[in-house]
């Protein structure tokens, strides 16, 4: 959820001053993927061709999906994905699998607590071991693996970019906080990673 709206009229200034702010090239050019991508979500036909490519890459990373009918509490329940949701939100957990050490892999939501589709909170709660700014990290770096590769698998990542906040703090934090993040991805080798390898 959009935490404030940029009225599509803006929305190129403010990239821009965005833009303006990241002093590494390389996170300029990470960014200029995703600025080039549509800011509007898929839908219809397009909408499913992504979702089945999210979930193709789902299988390539190992992870089982529930089949279609089943009741779902979770987007992860610790054993298999939800797979009857949007490509960016299995996008997100497939990042967030591919962040998590083998012993959050099979806890529900990753151990991190419930997430915004989850609908069983409390059992989401219980399963959490991460203390809150290590959630927050986490989920900083699963939002932007998700975005970065929505950017190259040629889905709506600036849509995700704008709808997950990073624009948030414009004036005072948000390009820093993004290059931050994006280095620290950087450094545990996702960013040399291309999904589209993946899948052939």
Known sequence: MILTPIPRHRLVSVLDRFESGLDDRDCAEVFRC???SSPD????AE???HRLTALALARAFGMPVHSPGKECLFNWDGAALNGVTEAYVILH???????????RRGLVDFGLGP???TLDRMTAESAAIMPL???EEDEAAASL??????ARLDQPALASFLDQNWLEGLERSAAAHFTKVLAGLRGRGFLAFDPRLMLG
Request: no cysteine; charged share 30%; aromatic share 6%.
């Open 133 to 135: 700014l290590a959630r």
């Open 93 to 103: 957990e497939i990042a967030h699998f591919a962040l998590a050490p083998a012993e």
């Open 41 to 44: 979500r898929a839908d219809a």
């Open 34 to 36: 995703i600025r080039a």
């Open 47 to 49: 909408a499913e061709r």
């Open 145 to 150: 693996l998700g975005i970065v590769w929505e």
């Open 115 to 117: 997430g915004p589709d």
